[in-house]
Structure formats: structure tokens, C-alpha cells
């Protein structure tokens, strides 16, 4: 996982570079992707403790 | 200014130190991981080139623009839809665990290397080939060419350059890419892209172009001016994960090759067909950019800048007087020209240029001291005698001279896929048996695959249809006619194989041309003197040069490897820096444990 300043500095690259090539569309495309992914490392996280339940 | 070129995450991954637009060191990752082509983050490469720093780093330059070429792969995704989902499922967690992270990861690495903060700068990837070809250059200014698969979007860039600056004139764009056309018949003839590239080269001269006009007319849109559009029906890169489908095989009435299925003269002909059309593009490209620009000089970088069947053609009869290519011309090269380009773009930043390029030899790489090299003999328990520098090169011709396969390595190790007499095997190029004896027995690789001549700077006139230099091997040259025998050029294409075709067989190919590598005294002083001193005793100023590398491996450069090397071959004799291995001298249990080694695939 980044750290805050890697998170930070990375968005505030995507938005330079969202402006500069007027491709406003990857900003939605890319933050999805990224929560598709924490959500995969967060299922993958949390999974051995909700069926450790059953 | 302090500067550290990065290349990494698609293959041949690279570190270069630059210091005030001197190069210092550079290497690539798989001499060091021994994972060919590798592709990892360039560790192991970026610590040795810090350790040749004199100082902290000013800034890290990586050779791409990563939401760029992100951008693309999702555009082309996008575009292809639903046929692309399976590529998308590959290339996506990739990116999202790993490549859109580039920043945070490069100095996470440097980091642990001890430089902590360094800004982390990007270069385009064509901006960084052009600059490697430019600003390493010997001319002050020169017409650009640039060409390899892809980058971020483009394939194909058009440019000049002048003292500090480059111009960009005119780009092609993926998904119309020469390099990807290439890399397609290489996939289809059943070698493997970003690797055997250089195999269909090689197969090229046995066949003859009688598909090139199926590639013209079905495969590509070639215009004049040398632009083209491929016909995306017939490639399979943009929706799947391989270079062709059943539309490009249906075209040619075979299914591609398998990598372990015979060759024919089918895969012949396919390999001269598209090696004309590249030939064909390059030529029209060329002349554009001489109307373009009006230059002289033209250098050359990109993945392939190393066909040197194209760039010999290109000076042949292309409209250039003088062609530079950057030796390193794949994306190794890119770490180069990230951190010229970044250097150059800094104010107070001062070019000169005094006739030579910058490349000094392209020996950028590690060396070893005796010390080192005689513990890493000592632990392989192998037998080594010291001599003094004249008496081992003495050693060496007079052991050529009888027919040994030599082990030669000196100095610094190359920089670039090349080796250029600091990490070779060489051997005597009039040898008729040579060629296959090589090929079978120390390189455990193909029997058609021909090898490259190094000869005296100051002799190549009398042995090769060749004017002026070719120090990096990237250019072919006819041999002279004065030393061409008659042959019957008949049979099949694998019979004309033992065919000797010249007073230097092993190093002839069946079109009689040779890649040739002319050593100078200046930038490869040892191999200068083992050559003059071959020629004494001989009066050939030719020996054989093939990089030190078995199957399957990169090229050595510890003195370990070679050691292993050395073992593991049927190779005779082994110098490294002043240590001299005979094979028959090394205890035999030692020789026989070796030899049951299996190779990988190239």
C-alpha cells in the first residue's frame, strides 16, 4: 500500500495529466479500478476471519 | 548534475549513471540477475552504478510515461470491446498494484540503496530513444530516426537534432507499428518476440521475398512518405495476448510455427519477405526525413536500429552521407536517453562534440579487479596460468591459430546486446567447420545461425565491401569479392549451409554478407592487439566474435560465470584479464560434472 505522500503526489499527477491531455475520463476510470482493488486486498484480508466464524 | 536512467517493467531492464553528461556506468539487470531479457526493477544494476558515483544523486529519470501509456491500454481496451476482456483481466492488476506506482516504488528502491528524497523524473519513450541516439552521437547536429514496437502511443518518431534540442517533426502511432509487425512474423515463425527478432534476421538470406507483395496488399496501407496503417484484422495484439490469428494464418495457408517444429523454406521466404518490406519502410521513412530536415548525419535508436541487414541498406543507398546508431538501440538504451534528455533540458547545460561519440566503446559496464577474478578461478577449482598482457594475447592467436574456441574477456563489460571483444568467445573465422562447431557445441543454438566478424579497423577495406566504421556491429557489409570462392548456391536452404563461400567460411553467411565489427586501437586496445597479433602469424586480420553466453543465458560478466561458462561448453581456453585457462588442463572430474547441464530456451 503507498504511503499518504505517494497517494497524494499520484492523484496530484493523474489530475496534471487528466488537464494536460484533456482526458478527464481516466480520473473516474482509474479511482475505480483502485477501489476494485482495495476492495480484492480487503476481502482477502478480512475472508479467513468471517468463515474461521462458521 | 548527477543523474541515475532508469528502464524497467517491459523487458531489458537498465541503470545508467550519468554525471554531467558524462556517462559513467551503465548496465543492464540480466547481467547481474541472470534472467534474460529481465524485466524487474533494475536493483542490482542501479547499486553498481551508484557505487561508480561521486556523489548523491541530483535526480532518477525512468525512460516512460506511465499514465500515458496507461491511457493507451485503456483506449485500446475500450476500443475492442467485449473482445478484449482476457487482455484487460492480465494487464490491469498490474498496473493497479503495481505500475501506477512507479514513483513510490523507484524511491522506495532508492531507498535502500541509500538515497533517500531524490526527485523522480519521466521521459517520453521515444523522446528517451531519440536522445540516446542524439546526444550520444558524434554529430552536432543530425537528422532522428526512432522505431520499435511501442511505447506510450507512438511507434515510429521522425525528428532533428541540434546542439542541446530535439525537434519532433512527425510520429506514427500504435496500434501501427513496425516493430510490432516484426515481432508478429517472429511469433509466427515460432521464435519468440522481444528475443527472436534477430533469429529471423539471420533466417532471412536463405529465402527468397515471394510473400512480400501479401504484405503489401493485405497487411499494411504503405505510403510514400514511409507512414503506414496495419490491417488490424490480422493481428491479434490489440484484443488478446498473442501477435496474430486466424485471419494472418488463413493469409499465408499455415498455422505459425511451433518453437521445436522444423524449419522450412516456407519460414525462409516469410522471414526475407518481411525483412524486404522493413527494409522498404525504413528507405521511404529515411528519405522523408532527409526532405524533411535537409541533414547529413541520421542516427538511429529503437529496437530496430538493431536490424542490421535494414541499417546497412539504409547507408547503402538511403539519402544520409553518415549513420550513427546507438548501440543499446532497444529499451536498455531508453535508461541512456531518459537521463540525456533530462540532462540537456536543464539550463547552463553545455553539449560539445569533438568527433567521437559518447559511447566510449559502449565498455560502460562492471569490471573486476585480478584479485577478484582470481578468486572466482580459485573458487571453480580451475587450473590458470598469469601472464603478462603480451604473452597471453601471444597465447591466445597462437591457440586460435590452431583451431580453439576462446573464451576472451577484458576490461569493462559492454553496455548493449553486443558483445564487442570484453565478454566474447571468439574463434578463427577461415575455419570451414567452424560455424557449426560453434553453433552445436558451445552456443546450443540453431545450425543456420550465422556469426559476426570483428576485424582490424585499418584492414577492412581488403576483406569487406565497407567504408568508414561499424565499432558496435550494426551494420553487414558484403565480404570482398577478392576472397569469395565460387559456389553452386543450390539444394535446400539448410544444404547451402556447409557450402564455404569465402576465405573466412565462419563468419560468410549464404548472401555472402557478414555483420561486421571493426575494432580500432583507440576504444579496444586488447582486441586491437589479439587481432594484430592473429594477423602476424596468419595474415588474416579476421577472427570470429560471438557473445560469451550458452543457450537461454545473458552474456557473462563476473568472472564466475565465465568460469561456469567455460565449463559447461566445449570451449578451450579461457582469458580473463591476465589469467589463462586451458580446458585440457583443468582436472577432468571437474570437466565431466559439467557437462550434463540442460539450457533454456531463447
Known sequence: MPSPRHLLAFFRELFAFARAHKAWWIVPVIAILLLAGLLIVAVSAISPFIYSLF | ?602
Not at chain 2, 531 to 539: A, D, I, K, M
Open chain 2, 1 to 602: 548534475m548527477r543523474l541515475l536512467g532508469i528502464s524497467a517493467f517491459y523487458h531489458d531492464s537498465a541503470a545508467v549513471l550519468l554525471e554531467d553528461g558524462r556517462i559513467v556506468a551503465a548496465a543492464q539487470e540480466e547481467r547481474f540477475s541472470r534472467v534474460k531479457h529481465d524485466a524487474s526493477f533494475p536493483r542490482h544494476a542501479a547499486a553498481w552504478c551508484l557505487s561508480q558515483a561521486s556523489g548523491p544523486l541530483d535526480a532518477v529519470v525512468y525512460y516512460e510515461k506511465p499514465l500515458l501509456k496507461f491511457e493507451r491500454i485503456l483506449h485500446t481496451i475500450a476500443a475492442v470491446a467485449p473482445r478484449g476482456f482476457g487482455a484487460f483481466a492480465a494487464a490491469v492488476p498490474d498496473w493497479v498494484h503495481h505500475k501506477l506506482w512507479l514513483p513510490a516504488a523507484i524511491d522506495e528502491e532508492l531507498s535502500r540503496l541509500g538515497q533517500r528524497g531524490v526527485p523522480v523524473r519521466f521521459s517520453g519513450h521515444h523522446e528517451a530513444h531519440a536522445a540516446s541516439a542524439f546526444f550520444a552521437s558524434p554529430f552536432e547536429h543530425a537528422a532522428i530516426l526512432t522505431l520499435d514496437g511501442v511505447g506510450e502511443w507512438t511507434t515510429t518518431a521522425l525528428a532533428r537534432g541540434h546542439g542541446r534540442e530535439l525537434e519532433f517533426l512527425r510520429e506514427l502511432h500504435f496500434p501501427h507499428s513496425l516493430g510490432l509487425l516484426y515481432s508478429a512474423f517472429t511469433h509466427y515463425c515460432g521464435f519468440r518476440v522481444n528475443s527472436g527478432e534477430y533469429k529471423l534476421m539471420g533466417l532471412a538470406p536463405y529465402g527468397a521475398p515471394r510473400f512480400a507483395w501479401l504484405i503489401r496488399e493485405h497487411l499494411l496501407d504503405l505510403r510514400d512518405d514511409g507512414s503506414f496503417a496495419l490491417n488490424l484484422d490480422c493481428f491479434g495484439f490489440l484484443a488478446g495476448q498473442t501477435m496474430t490469428n486466424p485471419h494472418f494464418e488463413r493469409l499465408f495457408g499455415a498455422p505459425a510455427r511451433k518453437p521445436d517444429a522444423a524449419l522450412t523454406q516456407f519460414h525462409c521466404d516469410l522471414a526475407r519477405s518481411i525483412q524486404d518490406v522493413t527494409e522498404d519502410i525504413v528507405l521511404r521513412l529515411a528519405r522523408t526525413l532527409h526532405t524533411l530536415t535537409g541533414e547529413d548525419n541520421l542516427c538511429l535508436a529503437g529496437g530496430v536500429a538493431l536490424n542490421c541487414v535494414a541499417n546497412a541498406r539504409l547507408l547503402r543507398e538511403g539519402p544520409f552521407r553518415n549513420i550513427w546508431v546507438q548501440p543499446a538501440a532497444g529499451d536498455a538504451g531508453g535508461a541512456l536517453g531518459a537521463a540525456l534528455a533530462y540532462h540537456f533540458a536543464q539550463d547552463g547545460a553545455v553539449r560539445t562534440t569533438d568527433g567521437r561519440d559518447l559511447m566510449q566503446g559502449a565498455f560502460l559496464g562492471p569490471s573486476y579487479s585480478d584479485e577478484e577474478i582470481e578468486a572466482a578461478i580459485r573458487e571453480s577449482g580451475l587450473v590458470a596460468e598469469r601472464l603478462e598482457p603480451a604473452a597471453l594475447l601471444d597465447r591466445v592467436a597462437s591457440r586460435l591459430t590452431s583451431g580453439a574456441v576462446v573464451g576472451f574477456c577484458q576490461g569493462r563489460a559492454e553496455f548493449g546486446p553486443r558483445a564487442l571483444g570484453a565478454r566474447s568467445i571468439l574463434a578463427d573465422a577461415r575455419s570451414p567447420e567452424m560455424q557449426r562447431r560453434l553453433n552445436l557445441k558451445i552456443k546450443f543454438r540453431e545450425s543456420f545461425r550465422p556469426f559476426a566478424p570483428i576485424v582490424l579497423a585499418e584492414r577492412t577495406r581488403d576483406w569487406f565491401e565497407f567504408d568508414g566504421a561499424s565499432p558496435y556491429m550494426l551494420f553487414t557489409a558484403p565480404v570482398a569479392v577478392s576472397r569469395c570462392l565460387p559456389v553452386k548456391n543450390s539444394g535446400e536452404w539448410s544444404a547451402r549451409l556447409a557450402e564455404a563461400r569465402s576465405a573466412i567460411p565462419a563468419v560468410t553467411h549464404v548472401d555472402f554478407s557478414a555483420r561486421l565489427q571493426t575494432v580500432d586501437a583507440e576504444t579496444n586496445p586488447a582486441l586491437h592487439a589479439l587481432l594484430s597479433t592473429f594477423e602476424r602469424r596468419t595474415g588474416c586480420p579476421v577472427l570470429v566474435n560471438t557473445s560469451f553466453n550458452v543457450r537461454g543465458e545473458p552474456p557473462v560478466c563476473h568472472p564466475r560465470e565465465a568460469t561456469a561458462g567455460f565449463l559447461a561448453t566445449d570451449m578451450d581456453v579461457l582469458a580473463f584479464g591476465p589469467f589463462y585457462l586451458e580446458k585440457e588442463a583443468q582436472p577432468p572430474a571437474l570437466r565431466r560434472a559439467q557437462r550434463s547441464r540442460e539450457f533454456a530456451p531463447d
